[in-house]
Nanobody, 127 residues
């Protein structure tokens, strides 16, 4: 059973930075897919970023390109989301998700493509 534990959320002023971490236990994921989603009350879970396969190919949603970076450390079974130039609209609960296999580009943004989820970490950006 894979378990994902997120950390690093918090309160930050607009323009600031945070780094989220997602530690995976139960199996190695160097060849699988990992992603970050976010959700605000009353809205559907929104794709933010994904990193897939042994080469670490990344995909980011347009609203965070140039500000967010997803990366991973296979030795630590951890994936990171570096968030810079944060905006109030980035406020949400951020969730880590994983899949044991490669997820194609068009499916990467679909929450149904992922098998396991973390409990979420709150990110609040004040204006």
């Amino acid at each position: 059973q894979v378990q994902l534990v997120e950390s690093g959320g918090g309160l930050v002023q607009a323009g600031g930075s945070l780094r989220l971490s997602c530690a995976a236990s139960g199996r190695t994921f160097s060849r699988g897919s990992m992603a970050w989603f976010r959700q605000t009350p009353g809205k559907e879970r929104e794709f933010v970023a994904a990193i897939v396969g042994s080469t670490g190919f990344t995909t980011l949603t347009n609203s965070v390109k140039g500000r967010f970076t997803i990366s991973r450390d296979n030795a630590k079974n951890t994936v990171y989301l570096q968030m810079n130039s944060l905006k109030p609209e980035d406020t949400a609960v951020y969730y880590c998700a994983s899949s044991s296999g490669w997820i194609g580009t068009q499916s990467r943004t679909d929450p149904e493509s992922y098998e396991c989820w973390g409990q979420g970490t709150q990110v609040t950006v004040s204006s």
